[in-house]
């Protein structure tokens, strides 16, 4: 038994060795842009990747939004809430050296929101200084979602480096009827680590 597993922890630290710097990990705090029916508010991801070769790879990520969305219903005005969700996704990352210590990337994906829930909620809307009950209902479903993905990543050392990157999604699930949120722009800003 004793020579099985020295047999497996050598093969591990050969494989370790043999593949250093194909992984990374980034931890990547963000702002998400108002668009038509999201309003602005914090985004998170946790990414990571394994490339083949030099400038080729797979990428994979969570992303967190915290779903801050506006909704115009007339004539009343607009009215604003939030509804959590999450986003698995994964597809081919592109690399290029930029200088010595940093590379351009690209990344498409493809992936899935989960967390979104029913809007079925009463808000009080003021106009002309008469207050008015509306009553919003609808669906934020689980669906579909792809993306792309431009960043920059500057490294200190070998290891630990900065993450610049743009994020679109296209978020199927975020449409229902006149209340449009499935075009979703970010950007992000945090650490990443090769190993």
């Known amino acids: 038994m004793k020579k099985v597993l020295i047999a497996v922890l050598m093969v591990v630290a050969t494989l370790g060795i043999c593949a250093q710097d194909k992984w990374y990990v980034s931890v990547l705090p963000g702002y998400q842009f108002s668009t038509k029916d999201a309003d602005s508010g914090f985004v998170a991801s946790l990414d990571g990747g394994y490339f083949f070769t030099e400038n080729f790879g797979l990428h994979f990520a969570y992303m967190y939004n915290e779903g801050k969305f ?38 498409l994906n493809v992936g899935y929101t989960f967390g979104s829930t029913s809007i079925n909620e009463d808000y009080i809307v003021t106009v002309g200084g008469t207050p008015y009950l509306v009553h919003v209902t609808g669906d934020l479903k689980n669906d579909w979602a792809a993306g792309a993905a431009f960043g920059y ?26 209340f449009d949120a499935k075009n979703s722009w970010d950007a992000r800003i945090g650490v990443t680590w090769k190993f």
């Not at 990352?93 to 590379?103: H, I, L, M, P, V």
């Open 70 to 107: 506006k909704y115009d219903v007339s004539p009343y005005g607009e009215f604003k809430f939030s509804k959590n969700y999450n986003l698995i996704e994964v597809g081919p990352e592109f690399r290029t050296k930029a200088g010595e210590k940093g590379e351009i990337y690209g990344q």
């Open 153 to 178: 990543r500057y490294f200190f050392n070998k290891k630990i480096g900065l993450d610049l990157q743009a994020t679109y999604h296209y978020l199927n699930g975020l449409k229902e009827g006149d």
